[in-house]
């Protein structure tokens, strides 16, 4: 099992930058994956990025690229989201999920345990 708290979340304006953190804690040692998703009211769990255990597998949203990184301290347990560049249509809840195995990681269906989400608003 696999428990996940999100932070770094606020209110921004585009253009501006954001790192978001998902602390997990883990009852045994086993490797996961963790993935960022976001959601808008009204609007479906979109996927945003995607680290493997070891960083050596990552993956982005088309509409992310090049302005979002992901990276993880597997030390401090900590999975990072930098948010750089950020536009008003980066608004939403974004969540941060994980599991032991995923393939390829983009649909939230493959996720067994979720954060509860950290608001961000940019505005124009």
């Known amino acids: 099992q696999v428990q996940l708290v999100e932070s770094g979340g606020g209110l921004v304006q585009a253009g501006d930058s954001l790192r978001l953190s998902c602390a997990a804690s883990?009852?045994?040692?086993?490797?996961?994956?963790v993935g960022w998703f976001r959601q808008s009211p009204g609007k479906e769990r979109d996927f945003v990025a995607f680290i493997s255990w070891n960083g050596g597998r990552i993956l982005y949203a088309d509409s992310v690229k090049g302005r979002f990184t992901i990276s993880r301290d597997n030390a401090k347990n900590t999975v990072y989201l930098q948010m750089n560049s950020l536009k008003p249509e980066d608004t939403a809840v974004y969540y941060c999920a994980a599991d032991y195995r995923v393939f390829p990681g983009r649909e939230s269906s493959e996720y067994m345990y979720w954060g509860q989400g950290t608001q961000v608003t940019v505005s124009s």
């Open positions: 883990t009852r045994t040692f086993r490797p996961y994956v």
